[in-house]
């Protein structure tokens, strides 16, 4: 099934086969391509390029369908790597985190700082913080795949 390129995101660079390798949802997924194109938000004169996760609900395509422009995708990409790194070492912690300093990091973007840190304010963190060690966990080889996939393109960039 081809992305529909008749919608306001105008696809450009497109994995088509993405129910294939949906992570632990391949073959069985909703989300059945990727896309890099022009945003749909995009004003006369002005092109944003984002990303979009296309969903087909096996009638028609999903209103659930995702499009972010690819600084946030890089900027999700940076918030899993530093949380992975967090909970490596997680386990010097009795609730995974330090309860005093919940700060994970402070990583340098555009002249400030994006703040990685636990949600104190979830009245259930320290259940939910054992839940999200385990689901990497059980995730780490579909995890640690793509990390080394894009660790390796990255690398063959010069970065």
Not at 40 to 50: A, E, F, P, T, Y
Not at 95 to 109: F, H, K, M, Q, S
Not at 133 to 156: H, M
């Amino acid at each position: 099934m081809n992305i529909p390129t008749s919608l306001k995101h105008k696809p450009v660079i497109v994995s088509e086969n993405y129910e294939q390798v949906d992570g632990r949802f391949a073959g069985k997924t909703d989300a059945k391509g990727l896309s890099l194109g022009l945003a749909q938000w995009n004003d006369r004169g002005k092109v944003d390029i984002s990303a979009k996760v296309w969903r087909y609900t096996g009638e028609k395509w999903s209103r659930q369908s995702e499009e972010l422009p690819l600084h946030r995708v890089l900027d999700l990409s940076i918030l899993i790597a530093r949380s992975m790194s967090h909970f490596r070492e997680a386990y010097r912690y009795e609730n995974l985190y330090d309860p005093a300093n919940p700060t994970i990091d402070r990583v340098g973007l555009q002249g400030d700082a994006m703040t990685v840190s636990v949600c104190t304010d979830n009245d259930r963190i320290n259940e939910d913080m054992k839940l999200f060690s385990q689901a990497l966990s059980d995730d780490g080889e579909l995890l640690g795949e793509r990390l080394r996939v894009l660790s390796s393109i990255l690398k063959d960039m010069g970065y």
